[in-house]
């Protein structure tokens, strides 16, 4: 018998993923059954649990794949010199999530999916160790940045880098929970709000 190749498995398993958030994102994670999405992705029963033995790890697999794409883009942001400014960073990471790394979503309905995700972590103790875990991967790889911008001379070091980190771990989520609930929040919304936050004189201010 043939071996299959590494490239037909992921591609297999990414298929996998695509349709299980396609069908998560239309009907809800507890709406959703596995045959519906079963039915979704157009393969049988045992193709997909050959990777995924149920509903938990299908979410718990997308939930990792969103987190590792946006700890990357900020990894590689604090290896750049200089370093992207924060606008421009969470406008390219948002743009990312929601054009590329998303299974092809449209933009609303994969801030609603990553919203759900984040609800499911209060009831779901698996779910939430993997957030918990992401998140920490991204609060260490945001403190690189800042010590980055420090090293550019772009930030004072008064402020606890985790503090920055976190700071803007929120920002991003707030955008994301923004589309969402209402849908037509642009990146450049985000992207001019910041900058123009970034260019206030707080010597005016005192």
Same mark, same amino acid.
């Given at each position: 018998?043939?071996? #299959? ?10 298929? +996998?993923?695509? $349709? ?14 596995? /045959?519906? *999405?079963?039915?979704?992705?157009? @393969?049988?029963? !045992? ?22 794409? +946006? ?9 750049? %010199? ?7 960073? @969470? ?5 990312? *999530?929601?054009? $590329? /790394? ?18 499911? %972590? ?8 993997? @957030?918990?875990?992401?998140?920490? !991967?991204?609060? *260490?790889?945001?403190?690189?940045? #800042? ?11 008064? #402020?606890?880098?985790?503090? *920055?980190?976190?700071? @803007?771990?929120?920002?991003? /989520?707030?955008? +994301? ?5 209402? $849908? ?18 707080? /010597?005016? +201010?005192?």
């Amino acid at each position: 018998m043939a071996r #299959v190749s590494q490239e037909h498995l992921d591609a297999r398993r990414r298929q +996998i993923l695509s $349709g299980a958030a396609h069908c998560f994102a239309r009907n809800g994670f507890h709406s959703a059954s596995m /045959q519906d *999405v079963l039915k979704e992705v157009g @393969l049988s029963a !045992g193709a997909v649990y050959r990777y995924f033995a149920g509903k938990e790890d299908l979410i718990a697999a997308i939930a990792d794949e969103a987190f590792g794409g +946006i700890r990357r883009a900020f990894e590689e942001a604090a290896e750049s %010199t200089p370093p992207p400014t924060p606008d421009v960073l @969470l406008g390219r990471v948002l743009r990312g *999530v929601f054009e $590329g /790394q998303m299974y092809g979503l449209e933009r609303r309905a994969c801030a609603a999916l990553v919203v759900q995700v984040w609800a499911e %972590t209060l009831r779901n103790d698996r779910l939430s160790e993997t @957030l918990g875990e992401g998140y920490a !991967g991204m609060r *260490v790889a945001w403190a690189k940045l #800042v010590e980055a911008y420090r090293a550019a001379g772009l930030m004072p070091s008064g #402020v606890p880098a985790d503090d *920055v980190a976190r700071t @803007l771990i929120a920002t991003a /989520q707030g955008f +994301i929970a923004q589309e969402a609930l209402f $849908g037509g929040v642009e990146p450049e919304v985000l992207e001019n709000g910041l900058r123009a936050l970034m260019s206030m004189d707080l /010597q005016k +201010i005192s």
